[in-house]
């Protein structure tokens, strides 16, 4: 009988539960919105019930569980520290409730640990041996892959996020100022337009006057029909989200970088640029077969990352 994982991935507006294949392909999903003001008690309760949902009448073995979530998080106790986007939750035990209600082994790491890992045996780092994954949308998150292994530091290696690109920078929400998150995040890009919203913009037009509409797409539409304050905007984070990749590059010198999030819906504008920008400022000796490409698993990142945590361990 073919093997299966119960993979989640809990984020602060959604949860997903799948069942995936050792291929990495997502058999059977739900989706639903995070009972967020249920507190967390709340939440690990809709979990087990999606979970048990979902395999009712399910056939196949299904033979361990992965779960990426939100950190910083200590992976070896199975604790969620607390999580900027799960209000309330400090020190919550996420791994035992699940091994106590499944009785199946559970695999634990955040969630972007978990996509690198899905885009390495799945998606576009097939392959490699040495990759970084960066996933831009509301913040910055990071893996790292090296040696055809998620690299974890002391454990919380990979916050790519919140390498400091300029500290006179704009505030960061870890405290700090100038990360790379506060300069190209979806949200960074959003707070800059509402900063320096005038009414001659596009911005404004598509934004029917009201602050509160505007979001990163919002000004990619902007950008794309030549808005000037849009240009500025996005120029100013993809310069920010170069600079992170030249470092990434002089540091890492990686088989490849791949990026993944809501930012990269708008891919075609963003690539193009960072190729130029990293070839053009990186050192002699990196600039040859420099790889920085697109996820290729889309919005079942999460799920088929939460998976791959597992499978890799079961595998071994
Ligand atoms: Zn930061």
């Not at 913040?139 to 290696?157: E, T």
Request: glycine share 12%; with cysteine; proline share 3%.
């Amino acid at each position: 009988m073919k093997k299966n994982i119960l993979a989640i991935d809990l984020g602060g507006t959604k949860i997903a539960v799948g069942l995936v294949n050792f291929k990495g392909k997502v058999i059977k999903k739900n989706v639903e919105s995070t009972e967020i003001k249920k507190g967390a008690q709340g939440v690990i309760k809709q979990i087990l019930r999606m979970g048990d949902d979902l395999l009712a009448g399910f056939q196949e073995k299904v033979v361990a569980i992965g779960i990426g979530t939100a950190g910083p998080l200590d992976i070896k106790r199975g604790l969620i520290f607390f999580a900027p986007n799960l209000p309330g939750w400090h020190n919550v035990q996420i791994v035992k409730p699940l091994k106590n209600h499944f009785h199946l082994p559970v695999y634990f790491d955040n969630d972007a640990n978990a996509a690198a890992l899905g885009e390495f045996l799945f998606g576009a780092g097939k392959g490699t041996k040495n990759m970084i994954y960066l996933t831009i949308s509301t913040g910055i998150g990071g893996g790292i892959i090296i040696n055809k292994k998620l690299y974890h530091g002391r454990g919380n290696a990979g916050e790519i996020g919140h390498m400091i690109i300029d500290p006179n920078g704009p505030k960061c929400r870890c405290g700090n100022y100038g990360c790379l998150e506060a300069f190209s995040s979806g949200t960074a890009i959003a707070r800059e337009a509402k900063k320096n919203l005038k009414k001659a913009s596009l911005i404004w037009k598509l934004a029917k006057g009201k602050k509160k509409n505007i979001d990163a797409r919002l000004v990619f539409e902007a950008y794309k029909n030549g808005d000037k304050l849009a240009q500025k905007i996005i120029l100013k984070s993809l310069v920010a989200l170069g600079i992170g990749l030249v470092n990434i590059t002089h540091i890492f010198n990686p088989d490849k970088v791949i990026l993944g999030g809501g930012v990269m819906k708008d891919k075609k504008y963003i690539l193009p640029f960072l190729r130029d920008f990293v070839r053009k400022k990186v050192m002699f000796g990196f600039k040859k077969d420099i790889k920085i490409e697109a996820t290729k698993l889309k919005s079942d990142v999460g799920l088929i990352g939460a998976a791959s945590l597992a499978i890799v361990k079961i595998r071994e």
